[in-house]
């Protein structure tokens, strides 16, 4: 597996979040400026992958 590249140039927003726990249920916020950009509304679904390096990619699955 090659390592992924990232050029500066490409990224468009960066940001972080908090995560909640409470017992069984883990929530994270999706920062408003990337709901907005991906037109994400509820019942919308995210793709989580997990990269063996702990890289965490979040992709909105189309419809």
Do not use: C, H
């Not at 979040?17 to 999706?30: A, K, L, M, P």
């Not at 408003?32 to 992958?49: G, N, Q, T």
């Amino acid at each position: 597996m090659t390592a992924m590249k990232i050029e500066m140039n490409d990224v468009e927003y960066v940001t972080e979040t908090t995560v909640t726990i409470r017992g069984s249920r883990r929530r994270t916020t999706v920062p408003k400026v990337i709901v907005d950009k991906l037109a994400i509304k509820d019942k919308d679904r995210l793709r989580w992958m997990l990269l063996k390096d702990k890289t965490i990619l979040i992709t909105k699955v189309s419809r």
